[in-house]
């Protein structure tokens, strides 16, 4: 029986969660519990400098790195001391600022040793880049978990800054992004000075422009075969631009791209029951075009915790194989030349 915390900062930015978790291996399976979970939404200034970090000197992003892991580190002992908690481990997915895996390169910034130096605890972090090395595309790592925690449901579909899916495919498990979600809606409310569109409800006073929707639909990456992964970059390069040159109202974009969200999950997900987790699983007009565009299927939203801290929870259950010595990145989800152990440990040192 081990107890991990597990952190989980996601492309949109919405806050750092924090779940509190034992884990126990008997009978051939993993069993969990949520002791408790929470949210800590960011300072205005942490917010900017993740948001721009991509654009840093070398310096800056490197005392950045080092300072965000500080950071983490204070926050995860606040949640420790105000519940009395008494954790093995902590398993930071950290940020996401760079993620490039054609080049075998990705960046998820906070210090794992920050981290350990302010909790107290020892903390297992940067689980990506081995993968990458590894020629995979270091994502989705979520699906591991899926498999072990999540069995009863044919699909897995989380839906934050990009949406990704889970499912068993033969003997092996398959898994890979599908689209962005919340980070290209939540760029367009907060230019009106929102933080999401709460229930979809301006996505859906507004009017689908085919036009957009068959340009976005026909972007390149949307032909590749998996395992494939998106960052930050695409969008950035690709969908951004595509979507402003249209000269659409908010209305209208965020409309657009609910449907065109709709669409894609639609392709990839054939029929029976579908556990969706993630801030878009509260988009109330999202989910209903889901369901317009996957008619035979069951979209299942569990209880609150799951869908807010499902990730975290399995940022910890991650850190649970790092420390039995078993794999969490599976060459059949990322494409790497073989199973491997993700993750490096920082110890909190002797006191």
Not at 14 to 43: M, N, R, S
Not at 102 to 112: D, H, M, N, P, V
Not at 256 to 264: F, G, L, P
């Amino acid at each position: 029986m081990v107890k991990i915390i597990g952190m989980m900062s996601g492309t949109s930015l919405d806050g750092l969660d924090l779940c509190y978790t034992q884990f126990e291996y008997k009978d051939g399976k993993w069993d969990y519990e949520i002791i408790k979970a929470a949210e800590v939404q960011y300072p205005l200034e942490i917010k900017e400098k993740l948001a721009t970090a991509q654009n840093m000197t070398a310096l800056e992003y490197a005392q950045w790195h080092s300072d965000y892991g500080l950071y983490l580190g204070r926050c995860v002992r606040k949640f420790i001391e105000e519940n009395d908690f008494k954790p093995d481990y902590i398993a930071s997915h950290g940020h996401t600022i760079f993620h490039q895996p054609e080049k075998r390169f990705t960046a998820q910034i906070g210090s794992g040793a920050g981290i350990a130096a302010e909790s107290g605890v020892d903390a297992i972090c940067d689980f990506r880049t081995t993968d990458v090395a590894l020629y995979g595309q270091g994502a989705p790592l979520v699906p591991v978990g899926d498999r072990n925690l999540f069995a009863d449901y044919d699909y897995c579909l989380n839906m934050g800054g990009f949406s990704n899916i889970s499912f068993d495919s033969g003997e092996s498990r398959s898994a890979y992004d599908i689209c962005p979600v919340n980070y290209v809606l939540n760029h367009y409310t907060r230019e009106i000075g929102l933080e999401y569109d709460k229930d979809g409800e301006i996505a859906r006073s507004g009017k689908v422009c085919d036009g957009l929707l068959t340009k976005l639909n026909g972007l390149e990456f949307y032909t590749l075969k998996g395992p494939k992964s998106l960052g930050r970059e695409w969008v950035e390069e690709q969908v951004i631009p595509l979507i402003d040159s249209f000269g659409l109202t908010i209305e209208d974009r965020l409309a657009t791209y609910c449907e065109h969200v709709a669409v894609q999950i639609g392709s990839h997900v054939k029929g029976g029951k579908v556990l969706l987790t993630g801030g878009g699983a509260f988009n109330t007009f999202l989910v209903e075009r889901m369901a317009k565009n996957a008619p035979d299927s069951e979209y299942v939203v569990p209880d609150n915790m799951t869908v807010n801290f499902k990730e975290a929870l399995i940022f910890a259950f991650l850190g649970a194989l790092y420390i039995n010595n078993i794999p969490s990145c599976l060459k059949s989800v990322t494409g790497a030349k073989y199973d491997n152990i993700g993750g490096a440990l920082y110890k909190a040192g002797i006191k």
